[in-house]
C-alpha cells in the first residue's frame, strides 16, 4: 500500500513523504524554489554545484565519496530544473532503502544528515565560497550552457521558448547566460547563496519505506539551522491570453543534415490550475502527444514530411510546443500540415478509433 502525506516542517519548508515498499532505493530530494530570473539564473544554477565539491566536515570530493560510500553506495547529485516561471535548484540523493540493508542498518537519518550538511555547511574561505570551487565550477557551468547547442532538436525548442516568451521569465534558460555567469565572484555567489537559504520556498521528497514520522524528525535535524522565514512564498508564474497580433518566424542557419521546425501556441490561459486541463491533455495527446496522435500518423507517417513530429504542453505556463525533423525543402509544406492538424482539431475531427484516449 502506498501512503502520501504533505507536511509543513517550518515556515515554507515543506516535506512531501510517499510511503511504499515497492523500491530496494530510497529517494530524497530538496529544492530551493525561487523567481526566474536572468539576472539571478546562472548564479543559482551554480549554487548546488559549488556546494557540492564539499563542506566544511568533508572538505572535498574524495571525502564526500567516502561518506556515501557508508550508505551502501549512496548517491547526492546537484539539480536545476524550471517549472513555469520557477527556477528549482538543490540535491537529488538515492540510498539503499534500509528494508535491504545488510544488518538492518537505518540509512535515512544518515543520508538526511548528509544532505543538510551539503546544504548549510559548505567549505569556506575568508567567509565565502572556496576560490578553487567556484573557479571549476562556472568553468563547468559555462561549458554545459554552451553545450546545449549539440542537442539541436531540444537546442530548437529552447530558441522558441526564448524568442516567444522574450519579455517573459519564461523566456530565461534555467541554467542562465554564459555572461552572467562568468561575472560571478565568491563573495558574490555567497551572498546569492544566503539570499536562497533566506528566501526560497523548500520542497523536500522523499520516498521509501520509513515510517512518515520518522523521515519528519530525520529532516526537521538535519535543517534544523535553516534561517526561519514565513515570507518564503510560492513564485508566481505569468499566463499570456493571447499570442500577440501575428505569427512570429524565427530563422538560424547551420552546418546541419536536417532541419528543425518549433512551433509555439499560446493556450489563452489553459492551464494546469484550470478546471478544464483534463480535456487539454486530451487535446494534447490527439494532436502530437502519442504515436497515435494527428502529427505522428499524418505529418510523420502518412505523408513523410517529417522525421519526428510530436507536440508538447508547459502545463503551467499555458502553451503547446510543436518539435519536428525535417528536410529543408519540406518547410513550408510540414509547417502547413502540422497547422491544418491542429485546425482539424479545432473543428472536432477526431476519429472514432481515438475514442480510447476520451
Avoid at 50 to 74: F, I, K
Avoid at 340 to 357: H, T
Wanted: aromatic share 8%.
Amino acid at each position: 500500500m502506498t501512503e502520501m502525506k504533505h507536511r509543513e516542517l517550518f515556515p515554507g519548508v515543506w516535506l512531501r513523504t510517499v510511503h511504499t515498499h515497492k523500491f530496494k532505493s530510497a529517494y530524497l530530494s530538496l529544492t530551493l524554489m525561487v523567481p526566474l530570473e536572468g539576472e539571478t539564473a546562472g548564479a543559482n544554477a551554480l549554487v548546488p554545484y559549488v556546494l557540492r565539491r564539499g563542506t566544511a566536515a568533508h572538505p572535498d570530493m574524495e571525502s564526500l565519496s567516502a561518506a556515501l560510500d557508508e550508505l551502501y553506495g549512496g548517491a547526492i547529485e546537484p539539480a536545476v530544473r524550471k517549472k513555469g516561471e520557477t527556477q528549482c535548484v538543490g540535491f537529488v540523493a538515492s540510498f539503499l532503502d534500509d528494508a535491504y540493508t545488510l544488518k538492518g542498518e537505518k540509512l535515512l537519518e544518515s543520508a538526511a544528515a548528509l544532505l543538510g550538511e551539503l546544504l548549510l555547511r559548505p567549505r569556506t574561505a575568508d567567509g565565502a565560497f572556496d576560490p578553487d570551487y567556484v573557479a571549476g565550477e562556472r568553468a563547468n557551468l559555462i561549458d554545459r550552457i554552451r553545450a546545449q547547442v549539440n542537442d539541436k532538436r531540444t537546442y530548437a525548442l529552447q530558441r522558441l521558448t526564448r524568442e516567444m516568451c522574450r519579455y517573459e521569465a519564461f523566456g530565461v534558460d534555467k541554467l542562465g547566460d554564459e555572461e552572467t555567469v562568468a561575472a560571478v565572484t565568491p563573495r558574490g555567489l555567497w551572498e546569492r547563496y544566503q539570499d536562497l537559504l533566506s528566501t526560497a520556498r523548500v520542497e523536500v521528497y522523499y520516498c521509501g519505506s520509513a515510517d512518515p514520522d520518522r523521515v519528519e524528525a530525520a529532516l526537521r535535524a538535519a535543517l534544523a539551522d535553516l534561517p526561519v522565514n514565513g515570507d518564503r512564498a510560492d513564485p508566481g508564474c505569468e499566463v499570456r491570453l493571447t499570442a500577440g497580433p501575428e505569427p512570429r518566424l524565427v530563422e538560424e542557419s547551420m552546418d546541419v543534415t536536417q532541419g528543425k521546425l518549433a512551433l509555439g501556441f499560446r493556450t489563452g490561459g489553459q492551464t494546469c490550475w484550470e478546471p478544464d486541463y483534463p480535456a487539454f491533455t486530451v487535446m494534447n495527446a490527439i494532436f502530437g502527444g502519442t504515436t497515435l496522435s494527428k502529427l505522428f500518423l499524418n505529418v510523420r507517417e502518412k505523408l513523410s514530411l517529417c522525421y519526428y513530429a510530436s507536440s508538447a504542453m508547459e502545463k503551467m505556463k499555458g502553451l503547446i510546443l510543436v518539435s519536428s525533423g525535417i528536410e529543408f525543402d519540406k518547410f513550408q509544406t510540414a509547417r502547413d500540415e502540422i497547422l491544418a492538424q491542429l485546425e482539424a482539431i479545432r473543428r472536432g475531427e477526431i476519429e472514432d478509433w481515438a475514442s480510447w484516449i476520451r
